[in-house]
């Protein structure tokens, strides 16, 4: 017997048949995050495998940037990953900003860092809020979007829109901060960060909480490596990589932060805890790195000039952003025209797709859940 | 052995019940706290199109007066939902702008078209209310009868009907599109002039 292609076998023990079961969950699942298909093959409530089925949010985003151009394309890479735009509005910017040689003005540096981080912990946010949500506690989840909320007037404020973004450009940002926004974002900084607290108070280390997350759906070190894991995934295993820190861009070599690891406090190392703990102190370093760009922030523009026909000379260039979702590749090929030849993107929840299938063998199907929350998979940026 | 499982038993439910207490705390002193939601739309102090910041892009708005026909919203528009006809008047030499549509249905919302505008004719409102039951009422038609596209005058507006439109958008692109732009305009002003 077959079904979705896959082989189904059938057991007989004692006269009784028993046989594995094929179970679909999603496209439209509540709990997958966006339109994914996980094909489950269950014995009893026993996983087998949890094949990922993807391919249902293609927008064909890297061909579309071959027919609108350079400046075009920076709206659609908006939807690359929706819910931390601004790092892809910094990745288009800086590949084309090196394959253009066009240098951003020091306080355009200053204006995209200080949104990226923003950015960064609004999608943390979001990302343990849906997290606890789908474990079943729903308090968390509208603190965490209160807060969200809260980072979106922010960002509102600076450019325009609460989640397509398209603040940055070629060459810097479109618009400079708005008059007072310094101390609007260090008063929303100074009531946020207590919340953390408070936070981890109310679900964190609640009993329930952890043990649905502790020891399960453990990723090793060397697993991480070898399925290119990147960013908060990779770092729960307890590798210390970031790319702010290990190939700086921007302006990130001059600033002070951590790069919070797994600990394996409540489990193993690399469990769906240390995942959710390495976003939790994430948002910290992210504050921290906030207000060390209000302070030394310099005055200048915040944009460069830069021809509104862009013709970069032919050629390739690669650079990789730290998205909130981990390394983001952005590779962009020129052939002398107004037009890119090819653009090629690398997500880190593409990454994260391909580990479900190793490490859900032997979870129970309720651990799925648990295990696709914790890695924070984005639908729209797995596809693109 | 079956002693330090029941210990463990009855030690997970006291911790379980003592960090439920806990996290309650925090909820229920969310009793005491000012509410943080809003009664969108009907109860709502204040219309929320005037608290919203002066960058925000809504539903996009020309105004005709001070159009010029440059065509360069149309150009920057990676989706092409602006359509602009601007032929040529073959008595009076001058451009005619006879079709100025903006596909609201389309629309993305970007504001690159608002950043281009050298009069800042098109622009960005605070209206962000749009539904309609069809897709052919969501098409903004602005061009009622054909007009003269705006020519800009070197010793300043002068008409008391467009001078005020005229302001308003040269307020718009200096607060919204600085810096890139300003210095096209007085470019092109500097060349308008010679």
Redesign the interface.
Known sequence: MSLAGYEVEVQRDGGLTTEEMTLNMGPQHPSTHGVLRFIVKADGEVMRTAIPDIGYLHRSIEKISEK?GY??????TDRVDYVSAMQCNQGWGMVCERIANIEVPRRGEFCRVIACELGRIASHLLAVGAMVQDIGAY?PFLHAL?ER?KINNLL??????RL?F?YMRIGGV???L?TGYPETVTAFLDQFDPLID?YH???S????YV?RLASVGVVSKEEAINYNLVGPNLRASGFKYDVRRDEPYSIYSELEFDVPVGTGEVGTLGDCFDRYMVRMKEMRESCKIVRQCLNMMPPG???A?VA?KLKPPSGDAYIRVEGSRGDMGWYVVSDGSEFPYRTKIRTGSFAAMSIVDKVSRGLMIADLIALIASFDVVAPEVDR | MAKNDIARYFK?IK??V???F??M???CSHFVRKP?TIQYPDRVPVRIQDT??????GILEVDLEICTGCLACER?C?IDCIVIDAPKDQKTKEMLLTRFDIDIAKC?????CS??CPTGSIH?TTEFEGADFSLESMIRRFVKAPVVAYKAKKEGETDPVVAPILERGMRYIQE?A???DMKKLKAEQKSAAA
Not at chain 1, 156 to 161: F, K, R, V
């Open positions: 609108v400046h075009g394309f920076m709206p659609y308090t209160r909320e509102e404020e600076l450019c325009g829109a397509t398209n479109a618009w400079d708005p408070e108070d109310l679900i280390y609640n009993k329930v043990e523009p915040v944009l000039k509104r | 997970n911790d379980a003592a960090t439920i806990e996290g705390t925090v909820t943080y919203l910041p002066f960058r925000y892009r920057a990676p993305m919302y970007c504001g690159l950043e281009v960005h919204f600085e810096p890139a």
